[in-house]
């Protein structure tokens, strides 16, 4: 689908990601810094502090908008509307046993001339020497129409594998969902649903 293809087209820096702030005059001095962080190449567990922590950007990167461009104030707005849908269901990720990461691209630099909200979600189990692993990514990308329906990307990955060899089960899925639809179900029933499928093809249970 035309959303999960601006998934491959991303560009992602290496490892470092620094965010700069509101420009409070012409110098360069003039630049707050808001965050530098180590991009996370893996999910990690969630905890309270984490959630505080990437509340906290969020909202610091946000409020640095200024002068935005109808693609940009549209994907805010989903944006905003996205965060609050994964704290609502934090809880319920937890209770599945997932690990999650935020991967979004927040802020224009010169790696970045593309905004991109995404959200990794991970979990696994050890049978014998195989490793069952399924990760589910929901993303949005900031529009080229800002007046078209929001949609929400969801790529599935079900694989099961010993390091250093050939998987033994790769399966991968994807799917478009329209974000007015995903705004009045929620986030949990959708991972819960994919999480479930993946979970059947490795013969695992959730």
């Known amino acids: 689908s035309p959303c999960c293809h601006r998934s491959h087209i991303r560009v992602r820096s290496a490892s470092v990601k620094c965010f700069r702030g ?22 990690q567990p969630i905890t309270d502090s984490s959630e505080h922590y990437q509340r906290q950007t969020r909202s610091l990167i946000r409020g640095a908008a200024m002068d935005a461009s109808p693609a940009e104030q549209a994907f805010r707005k989903v944006e905003s509307e996205l965060d609050d849908l994964i704290v609502a269901a934090m809880p319920e990720f937890k209770a599945m046993g997932l690990a999650y990461a935020d991967h979004s691209t927040r802020t224009y630099h010169y790696k970045e001339s593309y905004l991109r909200w995404e959200a990794a979600f991970e979990r696994r189990w050890q049978r014998d020497l195989f490793t069952q ?16 329906p929001a949609v929400v990307c969801v790529l599935r990955r079900a694989e099961s594998y010993r ?44």
């Open 22 to 43: 509101i420009a409070m005059g012409n110098t360069p001095h003039a630049w707050a810094s808001i965050v530098c962080c180590v991009d996370r190449l893996k999910p």
């Open 133 to 148: 692993q399924v990760q589910i990514t929901l993303s949005y990308g900031e529009p080229i129409d800002p007046g078209e």
């Open 163 to 206: 390091p250093g060899q050939i998987s033994r089960v790769d399966s991968k899925y994807e799917e478009s969902v329209a974000f007015d639809a995903v705004r009045a179900d929620g986030l949990a029933g959708l991972i819960k649903s994919h999480l479930a499928a993946a979970a059947a093809l490795l013969d695992v249970t959730v």
